[in-house]
């Protein structure tokens, strides 16, 4: 049963094609090897429809254009304007800026390519003018944009949470402080860099000249920065002090993100309306097909047993938490290198998941794990979505770019391999606000 299931996925990706059609396929010969009186034609559609069936799940859509529509009203340069004039005169200070507006921009969309694209394109150009190396703008971007999806709001941890049934609410108060502390970890890196070689800040008269503001004095205003900066707060804070769901945060973000493009900014108009609707629904499209394969992929899983078979394989060879849950990381690190991070959860989540859970762990904290581990893949061709998409705006070598990034990469891998570690640092505030 296990060989033909799995031969049939993995002989499905490694011909290319796609996961959602890889899964349906897998799914169809299953069936008709083991079970050839099961109706496929009404159990693939059954299990597209209730795998949507979710209220959760909705905020998928919102969170996507609400990202598209974040890029279109001028809100991702205004985070670069702000993030700039707090760490703009250290050394490295762009460098930072970028890695700082990413972890805002973070706050916002939930996508590790967006981060890139929204955050690089206005970046890069300025990295470079000030005398960074091309290849080097792409690849601190590239890593930094790898906190979009583990700072709140996160697409990815919604598939997890509606897969595994964890709360959603939880998982993203959980990743408030791996966010942060990864953004710190590539800031520090950046500085070290910086001060190698020679990637000086501006002066806080230049700096102030570059916004028009006098450096005589104290600090800067943040003026109509604040209107992209406070977003969070409301999406975030009303989430965790239960004014509403993940959802409603969801539709509220894209209220707000519409209000001010149009009547604060000025710069939203019916095409770039157009556009976000339409990015919004194309992405959301392929979710809605790959969820109900991954649905149907589930239903097998369970029926077949096969997580607990792999559970009790694993545990035969050694019963040591931290060394399975090292085990489980360095597979999915792999894995990563080759599937998204969307199907990634969709697939292994499930299979891994009892074998956790049998070992005492809780289902945000891996949620979390698996999240950041999956996000570093963004990182690590053949599918580092980040680094084609960083590729793509500075137009450096690809080569070069992911030479650059190897200590950004190695840094990742060494902060997720403390989180397994310890666990209650990421534990640490749904402990302290759920018990």
Do not use: H
């Not at 020679?198 to 920065?225: H, M, N, P, V, W």
């Amino acid at each position: 049963m296990i060989p033909v299931l799995m031969g049939t996925l993995f002989a499905c990706l490694f011909l290319t094609v796609p996961i959602a059609v890889s899964l349906c396929v897998t799914c169809t010969v299953f069936f008709a090897a083991f079970y050839p009186n099961t109706p496929m034609a009404t159990l693939l559609p059954q299990s597209m429809i209730s795998a949507m069936d979710s209220f959760s799940l909705m905020a998928i859509p919102f969170f996507i254009l609400m990202g598209s529509l974040m890029e279109g009203c001028g809100l991702a340069k205004r985070i670069v304007k702000g993030a700039e004039k707090v760490t703009g005169s250290m050394p490295g200070g762009l460098g930072m800026a970028a890695v700082a507006a990413s972890a805002f921009f973070a706050a916002l969309c939930g996508s590790g390519p967006a981060t890139v694209a929204a955050i690089g394109g206005i970046m890069m150009p300025a990295m470079k003018k000030q005398g960074y190396d091309t290849a080097y703008c792409a690849a601190l971007v590239s890593a930094a944009a790898v906190i979009g999806p583990i700072i709140p709001p996160s697409i990815p941890m919604i598939v997890y949470g509606v897969t595994i049934g964890a709360s959603v609410g939880e998982l993203f108060i959980a990743g408030v402080i791996p966010g942060i502390i990864i953004a710190i970890v590539l800031m520090v890196l950046n500085y070290f860099f910086a001060k190698k070689r020679g990637y000086l800040g501006l002066s806080k008269a230049a700096l102030a000249e570059k916004y028009g503001e006098t450096s005589g004095k104290k600090g800067f205003r943040i003026d109509d920065s604040v209107w992209a900066l406070i977003m969070p707060v409301i999406v975030l804070g009303g989430i965790y002090g239960g004014v509403f769901t993940p959802t409603e945060a969801a539709a509220v973000g894209v209220m707000y993100s519409v209000f001010v493009g149009k009547f604060i900014y000025k710069e939203l108009d019916w095409k770039k309306l157009r556009t976000a609707l339409l990015n919004a629904t194309e992405l959301t499209a392929v979710a809605v097909i790959l969820l109900g394969g991954a649905n149907t992929f589930g239903r097998i899983l369970t029926l077949g047993k096969i997580p607990q078979t792999i559970a009790a394989f694993i545990m035969s060879a050694t019963e040591n938490p931290v060394i399975i849950m090292l085990f489980v990381n360095v597979f999915l690190l792999i894995t990563g290198m080759f599937i998204d991070t969307t199907s990634n959860i969709l697939l292994f989540a499930p299979l891994f998941w009892p074998l956790v859970q049998m070992l005492g762990y809780d289902a945000v904290y891996f949620g979390i794990i698996m999240t950041i581990n999956l996000c570093i893949g963004m990182l690590t061709p053949p599918v580092g979505v980040n680094l084609f998409v960083g590729q793509t705006i500075s137009g450096a070598p690809l080569g070069a770019i992911m030479r650059d990034a190897i200590p950004f990469l190695l840094a990742l891998i060494l902060t997720l391999t403390v989180f397994i570690v310890f666990p209650q640092i990421v534990m640490f505030l749904p402990n302290l606000l759920y018990g």
